[in-house]
């Protein structure tokens, strides 16, 4: 059963970013991995992000709102 | 009685009822029904599950199926750009092959790509599937099966917003990696279960609402994600098998026999 989010690779860490990463700022994730405590997930990946499942929904939901407003500048930019 | 009249009232008889919770810590007894009452609609057993007995009303859910016998593949599904008909044999009736060759090229075959939003509906899907000929190092690329809304070449099987198998050799050998993706963002889990060339596999996924994916290999779960399932406003999917070839020059294929799926809003959704 799975409690903890780690953040393992965000857009900054990105060498080539894909059209659909393009835009993002460096911090918005792009990998995830779950796992069953907080220990395990900081253990497998040390200095990477990691957060309770619940308040992983909160910031998800953040970076979603980024990730509209990007989709939504490419598209006004593209009228011009 | 021939045309089984009498086993039919008996099982009718025999039918009980309850929650979806009471149905699935239920063990019933070859072909014994149930009335879900989170579902409205009646399940019967077979063998080892419950499965939906008859096409429910429409207003509480839906039972698609398609066993790729068509020219189009079409039964109550229509699929875009779909494989190849290949032959069926004694046990796969109905075959379609999904093949790439080229490098950095895609084949697919999909619902259209944003048919479906999950967040509401509980929804299983289940595909037969095998792979003839596993991906190396000099003929290399992914296979995603599931629910996924990209139709671009994409070397790792990656998409926007999905629930998805994904077969990727450069990442997990010849086993399968368990993903959701909504937005943009993944999760993936590695699994240990290995997929064997020219063997058949039942692929099932289950979504409950907005809640958690768990993926099924032959009825064995493989692990579930609670992060990153697309549930949101514009995180819509669509069903999706795909074959991504990054190296060489030989085909990747993904033969695939059947698929069904069956969703339920877990209430009335319309008057």
Known sequence: ?80 | MLGGGGVWAQKLSDAQGGSLSLMNSTTGVQGQLFFNTTYNAYFTWSFDRWWPFGNPDPRYGFLIYDEFNGADRIQSLDWGNAGAATSGNLLNTGVVNISQSAASGITDMRTELDSIQLGTMDLYLETLISIPTLATAGDDGSLTIGMSDNASFSAHSTCTDGVFFVLDRSVNGANWIINTSSNGTATNTNTATAVVAGTWYRLGIYVSASTQAQFYVNGVSQGTIASNLPTGASRQTGFHYASNKTVGAAALNILADYFCCYGFYNGQRVA
């Open chain 1, 1 to 80: 059963m799975s409690t903890h989010v780690a953040i393992v690779q965000t857009v900054g860490d990105l060498k080539t970013k894909s059209p659909l990463h393009k835009g993002l700022p460096g911090i918005f994730p792009t990998n995830c991995k779950e796992y069953g405590s907080e220990e395990e997930a900081k253990a497998s990946h040390p200095g990477k992000l990691v957060m309770s499942l619940e308040k992983y929904q909160g910031y998800a939901k953040a970076m979603e709102h980024i990730y509209a407003d990007v989709q939504k500048k490419k598209r006004w930019w593209k009228l011009w």
